[in-house]
């Protein structure tokens, strides 16, 4: 737990299940001290090495709303725990931790108009406009992309970016579904998830579920500016991997889930089709299966 990822990790891990403790409307008014001092154990051990990640710090956030609840103001552990954390010399910020009060209203928010408009309208595009996107409208999608749920919240992501024609040339030079058109791609994107965010056996797979949400959130953000985008596969041979890494430096604890290339449309364009199987050969309802 010296290591500061995946401390951090872990960190999101157990103040996640706090969270989830104080979203329940009806909750158990006993329940969170083990995910408390186990979040106190670990910002021990961050203070002692003088390294406070993200999460560590958002921990404290969500500790502080926790000691807070009336059942818990009181407490004796309460107290040691509030002296303790303020003895760290975080400064608070304004960002939404631990629980809040969310209306039908505001989930309405996300409702589209057209939902069939938005989702039928995303074509995987392999010719673009000769523009490269700017750094700032790429973050945007980024920053949209972030809230893809992750298993605990660990949000274990890494995402490498690049508009310089050589790095874009070395790096599709090692991903063969691009030979036609790769030279030609504006903006690219190399999405990867964090191997030292999952620990348990159970969770061999995890990073690429993270890591195919995340891409698929990506996709859509980017269609959501206006963007097009055509994913890369990188079902690759562990010595292209290896050819990857040398050439673009991706950190040796980062797994690679895919490419994306991005750019702006032309006025006019030509796609795949690519027609969608039959609702009956996908949708299964269990009530039928009895």
Same mark, same amino acid.
């Given at each position: ?54 999460? *560590?710090? =958002? ?30 010399? /975080?400064?608070?910020?304004? @960002? ?9 209203? *505001? ?56 508009? *310089? ?13 691009? @030979? ?47 963007? =097009? ?13 290896? @050819? ?5 430096? /991706? ?5 690679? /889930? ?7 449309? *032309? ?24």
């Amino acid at each position: 737990m010296r290591d500061l990822e995946q401390r951090n990790y872990t960190m999101a891990m157990v103040y996640h299940g706090l969270e989830k403790s104080l979203s329940y409307k009806e909750r158990n008014e006993s329940s969170g001290w083990k995910n408390a001092f186990e979040i106190l154990r670990l910002l021990r051990i961050a203070n002692k090495t003088k390294m406070f990640g993200y999460h *560590d710090k =958002a921990s404290m956030h969500v500790l502080e709303q926790f000691i807070s609840l009336p059942e818990n103001l009181y407490k004796e552990d309460s107290a040691q725990i509030r002296k303790e954390i303020e003895s760290y010399g /975080i400064a608070k910020d304004n @960002k939404m931790y631990g629980s809040m009060e969310y209306s039908s209203d *505001d989930y309405s928010k996300g409702v589209l108009k057209s939902p069939e408009d938005f989702f039928y309208s995303r074509y995987s595009l392999r010719q673009f406009k000769d523009e490269v996107v700017s750094d700032e409208v790429i973050q945007r999608a980024v920053r949209l992309a972030m809230k893809t749920p992750s298993v605990c919240n660990r949000q274990a992501w890494g995402i490498y970016h690049t508009s *310089d024609m050589e790095t874009k040339n070395v790096v599709l030079s090692y991903q063969q579904g691009n @030979k036609p058109f790769g030279e030609h791609i504006p903006n690219l994107m190399v999405v990867a998830t964090d191997l030292k965010a999952f620990f348990a056996g159970s969770e061999h797979y995890q990073h690429w579920i993270d890591g195919g949400l995340l891409s698929m959130s990506l996709l859509y953000a980017f269609h959501s500016l206006g963007l =097009a985008t055509c994913p890369l596969n990188w079902s690759q041979t562990p010595e292209n991997d290896k @050819k990857l890494r040398a050439s673009v430096n /991706i950190k040796p604890n980062h797994t690679v /889930i895919m490419l994306i290339a991005i750019g702006y449309p *032309d006025t006019n364009n030509k796609v795949c089709a690519s027609g969608r199987r039959p609702m009956n050969e996908v949708y299964i309802n269990l009530e039928k299966l009895k």
